[in-house]
């Protein structure tokens, strides 16, 4: 069964970091391009941050770019997103997906497994 599992979660402070990180069960996910979305209450899902099959290419959302950091390791099966200078409305639920796509990608539509999520609370 193919599982993504996120960590990494938690409450934190306006202005700190955190690290989440995303666990693949299998090693398909290495050809595939990865990324992560957010869910705040009363809100749609949104897309964060993608990056490649090989790491040569990330995009992120305006909202968090220069502020958050994508990266992977595939020999691990690991996808990781630096959060720094976190604001309250950064405050969601952080999900990582895998592509059916090696190119990195904004689109959910192109996402066809998904982790449970791991609830990120910034406070002011």
């Known amino acids: 069964q193919v599982q993504l599992v996120e960590s990494g979660g938690g409450l934190v402070q306006a202005g700190n970091s955190l690290r989440l990180s995303c666990a693949a069960s299998?090693?398909?996910?290495?050809?595939?391009?990865m990324g992560w979305f957010r869910q705040a209450p009363g809100k749609e899902r949104e897309f964060v941050a993608t990056i490649s099959w090989n790491g040569g290419n990330t995009y992120y959302d305006d909202s968090v770019k220069g502020r958050f950091s994508v990266s992977r390791d595939n020999a691990k099966d690991m996808l990781y997103l630096q959060m720094n200078s976190l604001k309250p409305e950064d405050t969601a639920v952080y999900y990582c997906?895998?592509?059916?796509?090696?190119?990195?990608?904004?689109?959910?539509?192109?996402?066809?497994?998904w982790g449970q999520g791991t609830q990120v609370t910034v406070a002011a």
């Open positions: 997906a895998a592509s059916r796509l090696a190119a990195a990608s904004t689109q959910s539509n192109t996402y066809n497994y």
């Open positions: 299998r090693r398909m996910f290495r050809n595939n391009a």
